[in-house]
């Protein structure tokens, strides 16, 4: 391999460098997303529990909605995690 094609190649890999999404946006926006889902299932969980007033029990459980968060995202929020510096 040439100089050239060495240049080229380490150019080519600088550009797809550059358009990579930085690790901590994304973990930003993962740590975003969980907030959501938290409070959406708060909300949800109120309204089965309001409407769920006039429902048997078996009704009640049967139009639940959940949402599983992992484990692994504690209570995170966005501001938890680093700027990206690149």
Known sequence: MDAAAVLRKMTEIQNLAAKLQCPE?????????????????LEAERARSVGAQGLSAAEGRSAGVSV????WAGSHSAADVPACTS
């Open 25 to 41: 946006s994304i973990l930003a926006q993962t740590a975003e997303d969980i907030a959501k889902a938290k409070q959406l299932q």
């Open 68 to 71: 599983v968060v992992p484990s």
